[in-house]
């Protein structure tokens, strides 16, 4: 007999994302979450980290601003990065906007010419460590498609591509030669963000509502918005091996 975790377990495994409902507390969250795997500290060293406007971030392209954060993973810089990344909504935004967006990646590593995809798979990418400090700050060396035994983790930053910072300034404009693929990292950059706006499917979280996906897997990215009481808890998880 199935059960509602081998629905979502399955989900997961197949279009690489699932929500799950009924979550009120952070213990439920927590709880519902391990089912999946371990909860790992994350930038600051804690296991939940709160997605909020704040004071400060206004010029960023960051998680505590309500702008719009272009296509990336989780932690790029980290080995591995999460297997899973979670966020659980606390406070819909109700301005219409505040949309988590999530595709495929292995679809538009599919889709590139044969010397674009080869790429991906042979040129190093210095991920850097993130730009807040703490845990997990040395980064890594890795191409954009990383195989490990026969399974394929995906990294990607349109930021890093495309500005050599994972929060850059929203203005930011810099020299093609200053980024870890030079021009060619842009153009990579952009076809990501195209791919992305034709494929992506836009997920307004439900509040008491978790959604989660596969950060080896999907690129995710958030549009802007103007309510700036919504409130998301994020987690990231690690699969047992
Ligand atoms: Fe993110």
Known sequence: MSTALDVHVRELAEQGHTLLGGIETDEQAAQALRAFGELVPQYDGSLRYQV????????????KS???????????????PPTYLALHCRVQATCGSGHT???DMRRFVAMLGEADRAALYERDIEWVGHNTGGVGTEGVRRPVVER?????????????????????????????????????????????EAFFRENKIS??????????????????ARSAYRDARRHL????VAAPN
């Open 52 to 63: 909020k406007a704040a004071p400060g971030f206004e010029e960023r392209r960051y998680s």
């Open 66 to 80: 309500v702008n719009t954060i272009l296509v990336h993973t989780e932690a790029p810089g980290w080995n591995p």
């Open 101 to 103: 967006e999530l595709a």
């Open 148 to 192: 490990v035994n026969g399974r394929e983790t995906l990294r990607f930053s349109y930021n890093l591509l495309a500005t050599g910072q994972y929060d850059p300034p929203v203005d930011a404009s810099v020299d093609p030669a200053e980024l870890p693929l030079g021009s060619f990292g842009i153009h990579l950059a952009e076809q990501a």
């Open 203 to 220: 997920v307004l979280i439900p509040e008491n509502s978790v959604l989660v996906w596969d950060n080896q897997r999907m690129v995710h």
């Open 233 to 236: 808890t994020r987690y990231w």
